[in-house]
């Protein structure tokens, strides 16, 4: 201990010092490290001077810059919108039909369509506008509210079972839960249901439930879904003798859809999206249904 | 253990687990039905096992004198056998989250099992499960060593090691039922904060003792290092955690900082953590295994000083780079970038200093995995520290913030860094302390090496792939001036990434099994007859009895 000795292999003197048989080199700092040292220290300083940086009480150093992030962002939103004032201002004049005529609007509609659609839409109903258990496919023919460019417009400004002013509602009451129908009714009528898209289920051994179903069919839920059966865009109700379901055309989640009743929510975009954005989305999804009958 | 603590130290302990018992049956008397009450029941469970076990060895015969001519070792293989399994279950909870981001069906459901509960969960099981146990049983190892004293006494260490377990437990099981105070790396509650407050001065005062006692003229780095951890730690956890409980019946309370100046507490803290916790703490630990296993003096005593004192003096003030481009003010962001690049300096001289210690080792780092794991450390540590101060450049953050780019990182360190030194550091320690001629199988260390490597490399090659895939999707313009993407675009881009990520820290978590079970059949082995040299402290110096 207190001895420095010198170390072989770099040749350089120990501190004298040792721990449990450490020890410690006396190498000074290499000026590599100084150079570097410096160097971050230059940036930092011209920083300082650049930008706002050191406190002052109640302000702070500007900067020469003079910059602040505030500004910045405002400045650059305002060239950005700039940039698509363009054609931003062509949509928000014209109408669905005449931006559908114009092939160099359609084009914008949807590539920008693409990206409004990814981050307010396929969260529920798909990348693809597909849906998915409990969200309606809107790539589809079947359609809860209409399909024509309007009826899309103002569903999704007004949104489904929202509390719009204008909202829409499609109420399908709960007949098991709330004792309307009894067990054996709910499981008839749905029997019922099934049977309009699976022709094969009306075997011999059906046909009474059937039957039977037909008749609570006709007096508890044709008021909605009419008498065939193939639904009202007046109430939201959906056609259900095809092959598109919402919930699921399978006889259990048919049970469970008049036992327990839906209520869909479609969320409002009125405030959330601006009128330029619900056109360009309205016509996106329709051009989703063209191309993908 | 309590074989070893004297009676009076015995006395004491069963106090103490009373005092335990009594604080457990307040919280779960007042907690009634909060989510408080399970950790009173947790509490007390701990306070009546306390009690017996101390209780038990009351009047079996006292540890002799002699003791105090060895180090006090015992507290230090618990931690080291603790921290070990905290790794295999944290690490565990790492694939599992990551899974759950590649499938997120693996939640089945579950509002325990859910990511959000899960990752605090993993994290802070590595970070101070892991992290913190191997933090406290080297510093207990290396401090003894370094100066050649004896611990003061045998109830503090154990105190320290229990309270800070249970610390971690009252932490890891709040999260999966709900109770957080959504800070991130400090989400326990206010009564578990207490807890943690209590514990970690007496780690602090234990270890001040230690170095008072010392029979060695001067303070080596690594206590400086572990001194640091310990200190700044404290002075963060306290200030980061000011809070008001809604009532002492609920585990809920709210912090006493409001807005952006909370944000900016938080990540004060964070960063810190990251500094003191992950970064210092660990610096002690390769000061001390790395010239011990490369049998090799330290590079340069001024470049060790030139780094401590930088890092400690730049760390503090790094931490607005988290908050870039945020409501916090400007000025306040150009100050932390600034102090982030200087901070670069002093961070690369300990790397440096590390594999500049090798000259003369060369040959023994292709030769042993151990040190191989210490070399590949100060690499790691290397070049993280260079990227974390690249990405603090505010327009280098605008990309990379709030990517997986900083996840990529953070693994740099924390895998290629923290958990490296630390097996590192085990490898040479656990042999040595329980005076094994050498660990159970030095082939199993060699494949424990290379499926850390290859999983850290998976892992962060994946994640700063899809960072930057991410951050250049968010910012991409069509040329009419939308977004060309949405945000449900870039993470289908990010879906291979992670089933990448997943694989990589599978291999990682192999390997430390793999550790776990070579560390544990090294225990069971049969015992050297005669301890090494370096392990019992010189004759002429028997150690002054503890209090
Ligand atoms: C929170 C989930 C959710 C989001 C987000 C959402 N929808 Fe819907 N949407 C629904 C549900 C549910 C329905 C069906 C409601 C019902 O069953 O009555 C629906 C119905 C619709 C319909 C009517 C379909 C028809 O057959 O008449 C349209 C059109 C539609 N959505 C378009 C959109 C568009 C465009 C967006 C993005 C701006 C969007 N939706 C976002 C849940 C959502
Ligand atoms: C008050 C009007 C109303 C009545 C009466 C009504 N429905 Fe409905 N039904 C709806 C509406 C609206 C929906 C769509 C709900 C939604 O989308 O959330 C619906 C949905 C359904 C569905 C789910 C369709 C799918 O795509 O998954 C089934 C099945 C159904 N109704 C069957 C019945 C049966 C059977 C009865 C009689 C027992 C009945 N409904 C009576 C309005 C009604
Ligand atoms: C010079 C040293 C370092 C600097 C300047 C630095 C800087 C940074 C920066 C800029 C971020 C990203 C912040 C953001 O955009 O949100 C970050 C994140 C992080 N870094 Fe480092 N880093 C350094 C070293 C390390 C080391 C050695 C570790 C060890 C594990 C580490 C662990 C982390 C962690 C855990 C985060 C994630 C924080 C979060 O949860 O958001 N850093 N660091």
Known sequence: ?293 | MSVTLTRNERQFANFISIIIFAFGVFLAAAGGNDPLSVHGFIIIAVGIAGFFFTADALYKPEPTEERLSYYYDEPIKAGVVLSMAWAVFAMFMGVWVASQLAWPNLAFEGAWSSFGRLRPVHTTGVIFGFGGNALIATSFHVVQRTSRARLPDQLSPWFVLVGYNLFCILAVTGYFIGITQSKEYAEPEWYADILLVIVWVTYFVLYLRTIARRKEPHIYVANWYYMAFILVVAILHVVNNIAIPVSLGHAKSYTAWAGVQDAMVQWWYGHNAVAFFLTAGFLGMLYYYLPVRAQRPIFSYRLSILSFWGITFFYMWAGSHHLHYTALPHWVQTLGMTFSVMLLVPSWASAGNALMTLNGAWGRVRDDATLRFIMIAAVFYGLSTFEGSFMAIRPVNALSHYTDWTVGHVHGGALGWVAMITFGAFYTLVPSLWRRERMYSAALVEVHFWLALAGTLVYVFAMWNSGIIQGLMWRTYTEEGSLAYSFLDSLVAMYPYYIARAFGGLLFLLGTIVGAYNIWMTIKAAPLAVPRKSDVPYSDAVAVPGE
């Open chain 1, 1 to 293: 201990m207190g001895i420095e000795e010198r170390d072989p292999v770099s040749g350089r003197k120990t501190t004298g010092h040792e721990w449990n048989g450490i020890k410690e080199l006396d190498t000074p700092v290499p000026r590599g490290v100084l150079i570097f040292l410096i160097v971050t220290h230059v940036f930092a300083v011209i920083c300082w001077f650049l930008l706002p940086a050191w406190p002052l009480g109640s302000t702070f150093t500007k900067g020469i810059l003079e910059t602040d992030q505030r500004e910045i962002v405002e400045e650059k939103l305002v060239r950005a919108a700039a940039e698509r004032a363009s054609w931003m201002e062509r949509i928000e004049s014209a109408t669905l039909k005449e931006i559908q005529a114009d092939e160099q609007l359609m084009s914008i509609v949807n590539s920008t369509g693409h990206q409004l659609f990814g981050d307010n839409c396929a969260a529920c109903h798909g990348v693809d506008g597909k849906g998915r258990a409990n969200y309606p496919d809107l790539t589809d023919e079947d359609w809860l509210w209409g399909g024509s460019l309007d009826a899309i417009a103002n569903t999704m400004r007004v949104g489904i079972n929202t509390d719009h002013p204008e909202a829409q509602f499609a109420i399908m009451p709960s007949f098991g839960r709330d004792g309307i129908l009894d067990r054996d009714q709910v499981r008839s009528a749905a029997a019922y249901v099934y049977s309009l898209s699976n022709p094969d289920y009306s075997t011999a051994d059906n046909i009474d439930r059937i039957a039977t179903g037909r008749n609570v069919y006709l007096s508890s839920c044709a008021s909605c879904h009419g008498e065939d059966a193939r639904g009202s865009q007046r109430v939201g109700a959906p056609n259900l003798t095809d092959q598109y379901w919402i919930y699921g055309g399978d006889l259990q989640t048919i049970v469970t859809s008049v036992h327990g009743g839906r209520q869909g929510h479609m969320p409002t975009w009125d405030e959330r999206l601006t009128e330029a954005e619900i056109k360009i989305l309205t016509l996106y999804v329709n051009s989703l249904q063209v191309e993908d009958p």
